[in-house]
């Protein structure tokens, strides 16, 4: 299994460029996560899926969007990029067994500079 | 949203047990304790979780109180690789399960 898989490993983007980070995992994990953290800080929530087609914001969703159309899959949008959104973003997934949740798996992280 | 209180930091030598402290007193019935740990430069590390009982793993051990409302992680013998941030989180049980709310961790330094 390769976990959880995190594309690009860096990116520089203009302010008002969009663009797609994308997260994969293959281990049928029904919850995933996207994840920003700020240089000094913990890790802020920005959207959530608990399964395929089902999605909803976290903490900080404004100027991202997300979709899951498959279980693999849980892609996050910038929709038009801003130095605010500089960060490293870290996605995660997790699942449960017979109503029991086990621990979230999180990729190594994308680290996004918008200049 | 139930929130976690730790330590800014902690230190340890090298071979010693640790012992973390995390205070939760809003935590919910459901509410799930969950531990990571982020090294430098890398993402959150899965330590270890529970609900109710204590737990122990490969990595460490998670001892809750009876109220719930405080849990510690036991690393029962530090080694320099356990220098990291810790966090305790409270994770939302049931339907909303996905929603890890991390504050600001313990930083553990392990002197040799």
């Known amino acids: 299994n390769a976990g959880v898989t995190q594309t690009p490993k860096f990116q520089v983007l203009k302010t008002g460029q969009s663009m797609t980070l994308q997260c994969a995992q293959d281990?049928?994990?029904?919850?995933m996560s996207w994840y920003r953290q700020d240089p000094g800080m913990g890790l802020r929530l920005i959207h959530y899926s608990v399964g395929a087609g089902i999605t909803d914001q976290g903490e900080v969703p404004n100027g991202y969007n997300v979709s899951r159309s498959t279980t693999e899959d849980f892609p996050l949008r910038l929709l038009s990029a801003a130095p605010s959104q500089t960060s490293v973003y870290f996605c995660a997934s997790s699942y449960s067994v017979l109503g029991n949740n086990y621990g979230y798996t999180f990729g190594s992280g994308t680290r996004l500079t918008v200049v | 949203d139930a929130k976690t209180t730790q330590p800014n930091s902690m230190e340890s030598n090298e071979e010693e047990p640790v012992h973390l402290p995390c205070n939760h007193s809003?935590?919910?019935?459901?509410?799930?304790i969950h531990w990571y740990r982020q090294l430098p430069s890398q993402g959150p590390e899965y330590v270890i979780h529970?609900?109710?009982s204590n737990v122990n793993n490969r990595m460490a051990s998670l001892a809750i109180a009876e109220d719930r409302k405080s849990s510690t992680l036991i690393l029962h013998r530090a080694t320099l690789r356990d220098a990291a941030v810790y966090y305790c989180?409270?994770?939302?049980?049931?339907?909303?399960?996905?929603?890890?709310?991390f504050g600001q961790g313990t930083i553990l330094t392990v002197h040799p």
């Open positions: 281990m049928n994990h029904e919850y």
């Open positions: 989180i409270l994770a939302y049980g049931g339907t909303s399960y996905g929603k890890l709310t």
């Open positions: 809003t935590i919910s019935g459901t509410d799930y």
């Open positions: 529970g609900l109710t």
